[in-house]
C-alpha cells in the first residue's frame, strides 16, 4: 500500500527554522512529483512548493519565495521542506503529496495529486 509520513513539525519561535520530511512506502518518490500544502484552521489547502519527478522543475508559493527550500534525498526515499524565517502566517497543518503523472512542469494543484500524507502540524508563535 502506498503511504505517505510528514515528520518535522512543531512550535518554533518567529524567525526560527524547521525542516519537514516526507517519508514514503510502498513506492519510490523518485518517479512522482511532490508537492507540500499546507491548510490554515478555516483556510483551504494551499499550495506551498513542489518538486518535479525529474528534479527539473521547483516552483513555490510566493508567500514562502525565499524563505523555503523543497529537495529531493533519494537515498532515504525522502523529500524536505527547509523552512526559514518562519512567519505566524505560517501556522497550519502542512501535507506531502505525491502525483503519478508525469508533467515537465510541477503543479501546485490539491486536485492534481493522487496520494496523501496525514500532515504534521506547523505553529509559529512568540
Known amino acids: 500500500q502506498l503511504q505517505l509520513v510528514e515528520s518535522g513539525g512543531g512550535l518554533v519561535q518567529p524567525g526560527g527554522s524547521l525542516r519537514l520530511s516526507c517519508a514514503a512506502s510502498?513506492?519510490?518518490?523518485?518517479?512522482?512529483?511532490i508537492g507540500w500544502f499546507r491548510q490554515a484552521p478555516g483556510k483551504e489547502r494551499e499550495g506551498v512548493s513542489c518538486?518535479?519527478?525529474?528534479?527539473?522543475?521547483?516552483n513555490y508559493a510566493d508567500s514562502v519565495k525565499g524563505r523555503f527550500t523543497i529537495s529531493r534525498d533519494h537515498a532515504k526515499n525522502a523529500v524536505h521542506l527547509q523552512m526559514n524565517s518562519l512567519k505566524p502566517e505560517d501556522t497550519a497543518v502542512y501535507y506531502c503529496?505525491?502525483?503519478?503523472?508525469?508533467?515537465?512542469?510541477?503543479?501546485?494543484?490539491?486536485?492534481?495529486?493522487?496520494?496523501w500524507g496525514q500532515g504534521t502540524q506547523v505553529t509559529v508563535s512568540s
Open positions: 503529496a505525491a502525483e503519478s503523472f508525469t508533467r515537465t512542469m510541477c503543479v501546485m494543484a490539491v486536485e492534481t495529486y493522487d496520494y
Open positions: 510502498g513506492f519510490t518518490l523518485d518517479y512522482y512529483a
Open positions: 518538486i518535479s519527478s525529474s528534479d527539473g522543475s521547483i
